[in-house]
């Protein structure tokens, strides 16, 4: 307990983040209606916008996060957490400012571009973070808890959204997303994997630790150069039967998840024509019903029931809230759903906690994101997209 205790500005530096960015979930969806499609219930382009954003970020992080982890692993996971975290800062500010058709494409754009690097940035350095500090048996009730944390803010956030106007949403989203930064920077203690200290800072050279005369990045070019290929990557996967078999599981829940979250919200606009507190109120019940397992339930649970089995009972609660979705025929359907979400959140911490036993401690940042999707509006709930 005393580890777990000891992330305690982790822990805060997550509920921080996590607030600014699903705080505004609830507006997004009517901001990008009256943009692109002003006066409409039904608009395609807003989904395929919102599906093309997905595929190009996606298509991003792959790229970037396994460079985010190698050089976490050998500049500290607060050094790297800096760049998310500021990043993610500039899209909220837009739409802080105006939310009109110009302004929502200048957030479409540059929210593409950050989140490549943004995306679940956060919340895997985070992990790793967790994995650095907290002991093998630890792990599953110590996700399970940085997951609650992050839920927690999920509630919190959208009980914000829920009384605030839009523009107001954005506006403390913005101040909030700052402050996470800076109180990241002022009060988390650095970590590195096997519990190394800091040596050198991210700009300076490994060799003689003084900076670059010509104040170019020669001090990264070992760091890039063990960017994973295609052969790590597989061999990686062939290293060990029960990763693999995490990593298929963790491919086919996240397209389930990706495909519910690029159209979830314009389904219950088009269908019953849900707005910004219709989609809080649901959104409230999902995350109280998500914190209180992850806070709650899971932990113990953990110490009863094998990994195994507690992911089993996660993956079938996510089929019976998509069967039973799938087949709304009222407005009070989608409410009734949340009851599976107890139960779907059971799926990250788990996946998370075996493969990372089944990887090396500089390994984790790479882990977590080939084990999870890793996405900012699914990092709380893991249902629905939210």
């Known amino acids: 307990m005393e580890k777990l205790a000891g992330l305690s500005h982790l822990f805060v530096t997550v509920f921080l983040s996590s607030f600014a960015s699903l705080m505004v ?15 409409k219930d039904e608009c395609s382009l807003a989904i ?13 992080t792959v790229v970037m996060m396994p460079l985010i982890g ?6 500290g996971r607060k050094a790297l957490l800096t760049l998310p975290m500021t990043l993610s800062i500039i899209p909220l500010v837009i739409l802080a400012y105006s939310r009109t058709t110009t302004f929502f494409y200048a957030y479409y754009l540059l929210r593409t571009l950050t989140a490549m690097i943004c995306e679940g940035s956060i919340n895997c350095l985070a992990l790793a973070y967790v994995a650095d500090n907290v002991l093998e048996r630890q792990r599953t009730s110590a996700f399970g808890i940085l997951s609650g944390i992050a839920t927690a803010a999920f509630v919190c ?19 909030v997303s700052m402050l996470a930064a800076v109180y990241m920077r002022i009060f988390l203690r650095e970590s590195l994997p096997n519990g190394e200290n800091l040596t050198r800072p991210i700009l300076k050279s490994g060799q003689d630790g003084h900076c670059q005369d010509d104040g170019d990045l020669s001090g990264l070019a070992p760091v890039l150069k063990k960017i994973p290929s295609i052969q790590d990557i597989t061999g990686l ?3 060990s039967v029960t990763f693999s078999q995490a990593a298929v599981v963790a491919f086919f829940n996240s ?7 690029a159209s979830i ?11 910004k507190n219709q989609y809080a109120d649901l959104m409230l019940l999902l995350g109280i019903a998500g914190m209180a397992s992850q806070l709650v339930f899971m932990p113990l649970l953990a110490q009863l029931v094998a990994e195994e089995k507690l992911l089993a009972i996660g993956l079938l609660g996510g089929i019976a809230d998509a069967l039973l979705f799938s087949v709304a025929w009222s407005n009070w359907v989608p409410y009734a759903t949340t009851i599976f979400a107890v139960f779907m959140v059971f799926v990250p911490p788990c996946l998370r906690s075996i493969a990372s036993k089944q990887v090396g401690p500089t390994e984790q940042v790479i882990m977590e994101k080939k084990i999870t999707k890793c996405s900012p509006s699914r990092t709380a709930i893991h249902s629905h997209g939210f």
């Open 265 to 275: 919200m314009y389904y219950l606009k088009a269908r019953f024509h849900f707005s």
């Open 255 to 261: 397209i389930a998840e990706g495909g519910m979250q």
């Open 48 to 60: 395929y916008l919102s599906g093309f954003q997905q595929a190009i970020i996606g298509l991003g």
């Open 237 to 239: 996967l062939k290293s």
């Open 70 to 75: 190698n050089l976490s692993d050998q500049y």
């Open 157 to 175: 956030g959208t009980l914000a959204a829920r009384f605030l106007s839009t523009a107001s949403t954005f506006q403390v989203a913005a101040l």
């Open 25 to 39: 979930i609830p507006a997004i969806t009517d901001v990008t209606m009256s943009a692109v499609c002003p006066g």
